[in-house]
């Protein structure tokens, strides 16, 4: 599996090779280093940790740069460990790029989506209004009933009500790369990404089944 992070810089449009529009989200994905590769001896199971991101040193603890520097890498802010990455083909201090992946790839893209605050049951669920006749006046927006009476007499765990919206973790899988270009760490994938300009991106490869 292949898999790099970056910044989500915004939407435009490309046109094929037929002359047809098509929407993509440009990301500013690495260039990543690689930090740490675990292995089935020493950790139990593989990975390959990547650092993206730059920042100014005071930003990190102690125990951040130190494990930066022992990987040669400089002060970087997001450390992200995938699972499925052939450790043997990474060696610690590597450079991970946007030339990982090429156009015509599957992938998935995962961000933290924009946080909109609390919304009502209308907003994030896509309830119905009530009825507007037979003389109520504030029940138009209102979830209605949220439980049964004395049997059981409680609100069900997992109603839908009002609350938080966003700012969860989103995955969009299947995504197909459209344009990739290492010389400007710019990565092209077709349709939407979650999240908001500037906010940090996974992308993976993606594999059979997943």
Aim: charged share 25%.
């Amino acid at each position: 599996m292949k898999a790099i992070l970056g910044y989500k810089r915004g939407m435009a449009r490309v046109f094929d090779a037929e002359g047809r529009i098509v929407p993509v989200t440009v990301i500013e994905a690495g260039p990543c280093i690689v930090t740490a590769v675990k292995s089935e001896a020493s950790d139990g199971y593989a990975a390959v940790q990547l650092a993206f991101g730059e920042t100014k040193p005071r930003r990190l603890s102690r125990a951040e740069r130190g494990h930066l520097q022992a990987a040669g890498a400089g002060s970087l802010r997001h450390l992200r460990e995938f699972r499925g990455v052939a450790p043997e083909a990474l060696g610690v201090g590597a450079t991970v790029d946007a030339g990982v992946f090429a156009p015509g790839d599957v992938v998935h893209v995962s961000a933290t989506s924009r946080g909109l605050g609390t919304a009502g049951t209308i907003k994030r669920h896509h309830f119905h209004r009530q009825r507007k006749t037979h003389g109520q006046s504030d029940r138009e927006r209102a979830p209605g009933s949220v439980g049964a009476g004395t049997t059981p007499g409680k609100t069900f765990k997992g109603q839908r009500m009002a609350g938080r919206m966003g700012n969860a973790r989103v995955t969009v899988r299947n995504l197909r790369v459209v344009v990739a270009d290492p010389a400007r760490n710019l990565l092209a994938v077709r349709g939407a990404v979650p999240g908001p300009r500037g906010g940090l991106v996974v992308v993976r490869g993606a594999t059979k089944g997943s």
